[in-house]
């Protein structure tokens, strides 16, 4: 690829490093219409809503004509509806049954209408819901005029005030203000955008950055993990990370991260000097496999406690559920952004990432794209990102040799 190409260059004449990487994501507009939407829970909901149709319409040809259809190993029409879901093919093949019976009774004014029915407006509507759901994949939604767009909330003005459009998630990572990768994603959020981000940066360039920094949006447990496997420093906030430093925080009990834990007896102390046991263990997967494992705990001594009322609303007594894992890369994260270089990293973020957004955004007036399809769509951004460096590269040359000739002009005495 042309723009990897030229990164290898920046990377050869000492513009990038590959030390810092600061990775962020922006909702770019797509070029689809805005009102032309279709939504998961719509489709699943239509789709439910026909099966049970048909399978009406099914049991009242088995009500009228009084008789079993030994179809699909025996099963009659209505048990064909009652065991599984129909689908297209299985539909068109009743259909075709039952105008075979229709030839021999013509006279058969219900199945007549039945047969009908079922061909002129069950049918095509079983169709579109199957290829709808085939479009989504995993997503909530889609445009029809663009199926690979995504419906997300996009940031209209200074008030955050926005309103649902059809977007891609465009990630961009950078150095130096120069953007070393990017990548076009359908996914409104940026969380699960990581990985295969930097799956993508590393397949391209053959290794990754020594350091990523990037903001909450980021701070999963999975990402650290991903990041940990990679021996990558994460300077990467989770969500709570501005929140712990408020006095609000501070002071609530309910919050676990401000009691104490007797690591030898595995067991979390209240507010009030109460201990919550351990109960068992839970395992969730994530949508890309990866395991996140669940520790819960339980006080069974909070009757008469005087701190219930702040520490809890159930009745049974204060449980939590804790993954060890995520708290103790949340304590790396922490030491890491609250030392002297993550400071210095997270202020340097807003500059080096935003800037460049703003580039795109303004500079450039890149805020819809022109073309359709995500595999064109990643083509748009490449070129634009190329001309971006060599926008960036010239004016770093430019700024070298003003500063030379000015060094020329007015020397330093000694």
Known sequence: MVFYSTIQLLIEEGYIQLENYFLDGTKIEANANRYTFVWKKN????????????????????EVEKEEMN???GNDLEELGENRQVSTKQLDETISYLEQRLEKEPENKSLKKAVKKIRSDYLPRLERYEDQQSVFQGRNSFSKTDHDAT????KDDHYQN????????????????????YSVHQRPGDTKCMSPHLDQL?????????????????????????LETNARKA????????????????????????????????EFICANNRRLTFQYETTEETETGYEITKRNYKCSDCDGCPLREQCTKSATGRTVSISPKLLAYKQQARDLL???????????????????????KENRAFRRFLLRGLPKV??????????????????????????????????LSA
Not at 381 to 402: D, E, M, T
Request: hydrophobic share 30%; charged share 25%; glycine share 6%.
């Open 202 to 226: 590393n397949s391209n360039l053959g290794k990754l950055p020594k350091s990523i920094i990037a903001d909450a949006g980021y701070g999963s447990e999975e990402n650290y993990a991903y």
């Open 151 to 154: 419906f997300m909330r996009t």
């Open 378 to 411: 990643s083509v748009e951004v490449g070129l634009l990102s190329l001309a971006h460096n060599l926008i960036k590269k010239a004016a770093v040359c430019v700024r070298q040799s003003l500063d030379k000739s000015m060094d020329k002009t007015f020397p």
């Open 162 to 181: 926005g309103q649902l459009k059809p977007c891609y998630n465009l990630q961009v990572g950078t150095e130096n203000q120069f953007i070393v990768g």
């Open 235 to 266: 300077y990467v906030k989770f969500n709570t990370f501005h929140r712990e430093q408020s006095k609000k925080w501070k002071n609530d009990i309910s919050k676990v991260e401000n009691w104490s834990y007797d690591e030898q007896k595995d």
């Open 338 to 360: 609250w030392g002297e270089e993550g400071r210095k990293l997270s202020i340097q973020r807003s500059v080096e990432i935003e800037s460049v957004f703003g580039h795109l």
């Open 71 to 73: 179809l699909y190993q």
């Open 43 to 62: 489709v699943d909901r239509y789709k439910t809503n026909l099966q049970t149709k048909i399978q009406d319409l099914l049991d009242e040809i088995d």
